[in-house]
């Protein structure tokens, strides 16, 4: 089936400082989203990508999906406390599928 | 706002027991999954339905069965429990139409002793 694959699995960064999570598919994704989970929490939808080349912005957070829909990063500008969680990608295998491939995500922790 | 809840926070059986793990949403969406989520391996889909009485399997269905007698809500049935399906058990739902985000449940953190 369907992978997903989600670099790095943890990352520790300095309140100030910025932070990327990336994901990868062997596959032509169809469109990729992304969601958070706060510690002790369960995953919220933040957004969805559809078109190649495609740019987001949520305040300090970026998205990307790459050219060839192979690929997406997030990226957090100057982190926050707040900003603490596992962020996951996920992609459905195609237009009008059910089974939603998660990535294993990124925990990411922010010292204040 | 979508609402997802799940029946219990926390859950603790023996080893043999049967184990319901209840879901209910009131969006009147049509598809609703169930997940376990581990330390390093994410989220996996056990089952999942796409309307009353359908159900499809996902990729570890193996040790559970389901049961969606309603629209609006989706159970999880342990046949046996055993101590390898300790886990977080999430619950979620979504909209058919479109690739819709997924709306999840707060979990039910489940130890099998």
């Known amino acids: 089936g369907q992978q997903v694959m989600q670099i790095p699995q943890y990352q520790h960064v300095q309140e100030g400082e910025d932070f990327t999570t990336y994901c990868n598919s062997s596959?032509?994704?169809?469109?990729i989203q992304w969601y958070k989970q706060r510690p002790g929490g369960h995953p919220v939808f933040l957004i969805q990508?559809?078109?190649?080349?495609e740019v987001k912005k949520q305040k300090r957070l970026t998205f990307q999906f790459g050219e060839a829909k192979k690929n997406s990063s997030l990226h957090i500008t100057a982190t926050q406390t707040t900003d603490v969680g596992t962020y996951f990608c996920a992609a459905y295998s195609g237009a009008g599928s059910y089974q939603l491939t998660f990535g294993k995500g990124t925990k990411l922790s922010v010292i204040p | 706002d979508v609402k997802v809840t799940q029946s219990s926070r926390y859950l603790v059986k023996r080893t043999g027991e049967k184990v319901f793990l209840e879901c209910v949403q009131d969006?009147?969406?049509?598809?609703m999954f169930w997940y376990r989520q581990d330390p390093g391996l994410g989220l996996r889909l056990i089952y999942f339905?796409?309307?009353?009485?359908?159900?499809e399997k996902g990729d570890i269905p193996e040790g559970y069965s389901v049961s969606r007698e309603k629209k609006e809500r989706f159970s999880l049935i342990l046949e046996s429990a055993s101590t390898n399906q300790t886990s977080m058990y999430l619950c979620a739902s979504r909209q058919t139409l479109g690739n819709q985000p997924q709306h999840f449940g707060d979990g039910t953190r489940l130890s099998i002793l």
């Open positions: 596959t032509t994704l169809s469109n």
């Open positions: 969006m009147d969406h049509e598809n």
């Open positions: 990508l559809v078109k190649s080349g």
């Open positions: 339905s796409y309307d009353v009485k359908m159900k």
